[in-house]
Nanobody, 127 residues
Framework: QVQLVESGGGSVVAGGSLNLSCEMS????????WGWFRQAPGKEREGVAA????????FYADSVKGRFTISRDKVKNMVYLQMNSLKPEDTAMYYC????????????????????RGQGTQVTVSS
């Protein structure tokens, strides 16, 4: 059974940094797309960043380009989200997800099913 557990959230002042981690227990054969999503109260879920488990192209939401970096460790079966220059509008529950398959399918990766999702970690950025 695949489970995802996030960590690394917290409260920071605007301009600060956080590094989120997500560990997968269990195994998905054939690779998967790693995704980070976020959802703030009263707002729709937003796809933040994605990367294929085997590496390759990374995808970012326009709102985080140049500030966030997604990476993965294939051996540890983990994905990370380094968040720099945080803004109050980045405040949300962040959670990681995995979608089995051949890859992250382009700029609309966030509409993939992502059947495996973690419980989330809260990020709060104060001004």
């Amino acid at each position: 059974q695949v489970q995802l557990v996030e960590s690394g959230g917290g409260s920071v002042v605007a301009g600060g940094s956080l590094n989120l981690s997500c560990e997968m227990s269990g195994y998905i054969s054939g690779g998967h797309c790693w995704g980070w999503f976020r959802q703030a109260p009263g707002k729709e879920r937003e796809g933040v960043a994605a990367i294929y488990s085997g590496g390759g192209t990374r995808f970012y939401a326009d709102s985080v380009k140049g500030r966030f970096t997604i990476s993965r460790d294939k051996v540890k079966n983990m994905v990370y989200l380094q968040m720099n220059s945080l803004k109050p509008e980045d405040t949300a529950m962040y959670y990681c997800a995995a979608d089995p398959g051949a890859g992250c399918y382009g700029s609309t990766w966030y509409v993939q099913p992502f059947p495996y999702r973690g419980q989330g970690t809260q990020v709060t950025v104060s001004s």
